[in-house]
């Protein structure tokens, strides 16, 4: 099948656009894969601190030409879904052993969890905590004694940071090593109706702790389709993953099985052997364009929109919110999973999953199939799904149709004929919609705003009962110079009963959602951000605005709009406490949102 003509269109826009910088990032990287690691030129002193140790390994790392492998690990024991990691080491270095190579923990990586800090104020931490993650692992890898790297990481700013590194570290080849989700607790609608109810006082603390604690009970990635399994898929369709390794749960023989089938493609790839294939290579155009196209089919986090443009633009390549946009509009909606519909990841992957998505979007043309990955020239590999049989892994042709179509369906009969994601532009900025899980019938949303600068004041209007009225809640000075671009996803209940009760609702703001926030339309992103003096800083209470989704507009219909002076806020409670105080230079310093708000690149 040919490619088609919106994704080649995009391809080359992308392309030309990313011309001159991709040009001198492949330059550096061919100038540091000719450098080569300096194992072989460090002193004798500087090779004694690095294998000091490696007990059985030392021997083969100071005399031999043996793969070394570097680990950068997320792992922590209180995100559940990097839990699995505590164990991965021991694992590697024994398969790296016998695949003839040697492996070391090059170093950790912070790994925040939005669950725990939603709605509080270590969330103005979180979006910082990606660029944190990559200056973690460049620091990791610096020691330059490494011929390839694993990646352990699945959450939700963790594989953006880890990607920012691969790239930055792109004359080595690098491999993503996931956990898997855990598995299914009770259903996620369940869990959000005790969350509304609990919003509007019908529920206790006792039934909200219950429900929560029954959705989130084991160790794994969370089961809805939000941040971090949408990193999973991403890493699935631009082929740094092995095929199906994505959504295999933790503790299980074939999930042990596939890291250690991770570890032996790293050794097999590096520059040592006839095969290398160093990431630099793979993440290019054709790449994210790859992962662009997997987000609006299955209907993934909006968080991405924020982090492929940093994780892009470490490897050279410029992405833009039109690209996103078009790509939207040309790639079906192929999967409902939660929040888009009811089932979860272990759902959706019992049902056909990646492999099946994968398959049929090669089919119709809407991936490049001649993209590199890590273990091949193509993509078909990943239309392979894993087994185990005897003990023995391997891939067999994954699903060609459907096993349950009300989760996920082919490119021709999809649940939607675009993706669902808008760019939004007017006179109140740029920003994006996820449109995925709203209600056609509130596409548009026209009505007076209220105005915030707090998300706690937006719950405190609800309790006093202030919304009684169709409305459009601003929650300004949300963006990253202001407070680092927390998640609102703890607005959600709110809105929802709002929506629920027959009113029109709709949130505006410079800040972010949840990839787990789904049914009340929501302008997110917004840019230039308020505390840049940004066009919501001109807004006032009452004031008539227009989101409209379907022709991508966000207006405010005020004839002395673009007179107004920008009111000003006092921000100086977001530059402290809960380590605040030490992001202050990221605050001064970072990008806008519209280009993945980033301080590092």
């Known amino acids: 099948m040919s490619l088609n003509a919106t994704i080649a269109r995009v391809t080359d826009r992308i392309r030309e656009r990313s011309r001159d910088t991709r040009a001198t990032y492949l330059s550096r990287m061919q100038q540091a894969v000719t450098n080569g690691p300096a194992r072989s030129h460090l002193s004798c002193g500087n090779q004694a601190h690095a294998f000091a140790a490696t007990d059985e390994d030392k021997a083969t790392l100071a005399t031999t030409r043996a793969p070394n492998i570097g680990i950068v690990t997320a792992f922590n024991d209180m995100l559940s879904a990097h839990q699995p990691f505590e164990r991965y080491p021991d694992l590697i270095r024994t398969a790296a052993r016998k695949a003839g190579a040697t492996a070391q923990v090059a170093g950790g990586v912070p790994a925040m969890c939005d669950g725990v800090t939603q709605g509080q104020p270590g969330m103005e931490l979180s979006l910082f905590s990606r660029d944190v993650i990559a200056l973690a692992a460049g620091v990791a890898l610096s020691h330059n004694t490494f011929d390839a790297a694993l990646y352990l990481g699945v959450c939700d700013k963790i594989v953006p940071g880890l990607i920012i590194a691969a790239g930055t570290f792109g004359h080595i080849p690098s491999v993503f090593v996931p956990a898997g989700p855990m598995p299914s607790g009770i259903p996620n609608d369940e869990k959000s109706a005790v969350r509304n109810r609990f919003a509007e006082g019908k529920a206790s603390r006792e039934e909200l702790m219950a429900a929560e604690m029954a959705s989130y009970h084991g160790p794994g990635t969370c089961t809805f389709y939000g941040t971090a399994n949408t990193n999973q898929m991403l890493m699935e369709f631009m082929g740094l993953h092995l095929p199906g390794a994505s959504f295999v749960n933790p503790g299980t023989p074939l999930r042990e099985a596939l890291t250690v089938a991770a570890v032996e493609r790293a050794a097999q790839i590096t520059a040592l052997g006839n095969d290398f294939r160093p990431a630099g290579d793979i993440l290019d155009e054709r790449a994210y364009v790859n992962g662009l196209v997997g987000l609006m089919a299955t209907g993934g986090s909006t968080n991405l929109v924020l982090h492929m443009p940093a994780m892009a633009r470490a490897s050279g390549v410029m992405l833009d919110l039109e690209d996103f946009a078009d790509i939207s509009e040309a790639v079906p909606l192929m999967a409902k999973v939660y929040p888009n519909g009811l089932a979860d990841v272990n759902h959706f992957h019992a049902a056909g999953g990646l492999q099946f998505l994968i398959g049929q979007l090669l089919d119709a043309g809407l991936l490049h199939a001649d993209a590199k990955t890590i273990v091949g020239e193509d993509l078909s590999a990943y239309r392979q799904e894993p087994t185990l049989s005897g003990g023995k892994l391997g891939w067999q042709a994954g699903p060609t149709t459907s096993l349950n179509e009300k989760i996920v369906r082919p490119a021709d009969a ?154 000003t806020a006092d921000l100086s409670a977001n530059s402290h406490g809960i380590g605040r105080e030490l992001f202050e230079a990221f605050r001064r310093n970072v990008g806008s949102a519209d280009t993945g708000a980033s301080v590092v690149v």
């Open 414 to 567: 999809p649940f939607a004929p675009s993706g669902g994601l808008k760019q939004l532009s007017g006179n109140l900025g740029r920003g994006v919609i996820k449109v995925s899980a709203v209600a056609p019938e509130r596409h548009v949303i026209e009505a007076p705003v209220r105005i915030f600068h707090d998300q706690n004041d937006v719950k405190a209007a609800f309790r006093a009962g202030e919304f009684t009225a169709d409305t459009v809640v601003v929650v300004r000075f949300q963006g990253p110079s202001a407070n680092g671009m927390p998640e609102l996803h703890s607005l959600t209940p709110t809105l929802s009963v709002l929506q629920d009760r027959g009113l029109r609702v709709a949130l505006v703001t410079d800040g972010r959602m949840s990839g787990a926030s789904g049914k009340v339309p929501a302008a997110i992103h917004v840019s230039p951000e308020a505390a840049k003096g940004g066009p919501l800083a001109r807004l006032r209470d009452g004031d008539i605005v227009r989101l409209d989704a379907n022709e991508g507009t966000l207006m405010v219909l005020a004839a002395d709009f673009d007179s107004r002076t920008p009111v």
